[in-house]
């Protein structure tokens, strides 16, 4: 499934040498990127409706050519749209494709409810986790803010990410994690393995040695001291 067929209402920037793109309507106007050859996805930006039906559909072809071939989910987001991002998270979760899901840059909110569905989990190593409750604007729908329908829904959502957490093998008490979501607390590298959120830092590969052409050789010959 590839072009528009794949993309929902997401706007396709095309497809090159197995490489496509997805540029996603809605707020903050995430991209996705996967390639089937390779069994990646790359999530950027902001999560909408658009991003969770590429995402839900790539999958589904990934468990259908594979279903135990490992897909590898890279994430800089900082989050957005919250049904979306538990559809992606339940997906990741019901399908028998194995996830590694990789923290790059920033994940944010949903951007780390998603990082929490992988089976592995690997953050490099200037990546930056970050905690945040759902908001009270949760399906389309704008309450007051003392309205005792927005304070249910609000606080059954917050007991569901709160249980995610540590359903996942967390290390950290309920008082902890809750206290970490109220300050919106940012995680290194380091605390995050530290406290159960990454399994791993993935350490940078090894270079191939530099190839040097001859001009630059020459150049390098012209500054030695002689």
């Known amino acids: 499934m590839k072009g528009r067929a794949m993309a929902a209402r997401g706007e396709f920037a095309g497809t090159k040498d197995g490489l496509s793109c997805a540029n996603c309507e809605g707020a903050g106007g995430g991209r996705i990127y996967f390639d089937k050859a390779l069994r990646f996805i790359t999530i950027s930006g902001a999560i909408s409706e658009e ?4 995402f839900f559909n790539t999958l589904t072809d990934f468990e259908a050519k594979n279903p135990k071939k490992a897909v590898a989910l890279f994430l800089n987001s900082e989050g957005g749209e919250l049904y979306s991002t538990w559809k992606m998270y339940d997906h990741a979760l019901h399908y028998r494709v194995p996830l590694i899901t990789i923290a790059a840059g920033l994940c944010y909110s949903g951007g780390l409810m998603l990082f929490m569905a992988g089976d592995k989990r690997l953050i490099l190593p200037h990546a930056t986790l970050r905690f945040h409750a759902p908001w009270r604007q949760t399906d389309g729908k704008e309450y007051p803010a003392d309205s005792a329908e927005a304070n249910r829904h609000h606080q059954i959502l917050y007991r569901k990410m709160l249980a995610m ?26 605390e995050a393995v530290k406290l159960g959120i990454a399994h791993q830092i993935l350490a940078p590969r090894e270079k191939f040695p530099l190839a040097l052409n001859d001009y630059q050789k020459n150049l390098l010959d012209l500054n030695e001291p002689h």
């Not at 991003?51 to 590429?54: E, F, N, Q, R, S």
């Not at 950290?172 to 607390?185: G, S, V």
């Open 165 to 190: 957490f540590k359903e996942r093998g967390v290390k950290m008490t309920a008082r902890k994690l809750k206290h970490y979501f109220n300050i919106q607390r940012r995680l290194t590298a380091e």
């Open 51 to 54: 991003l969770a039906d590429i």
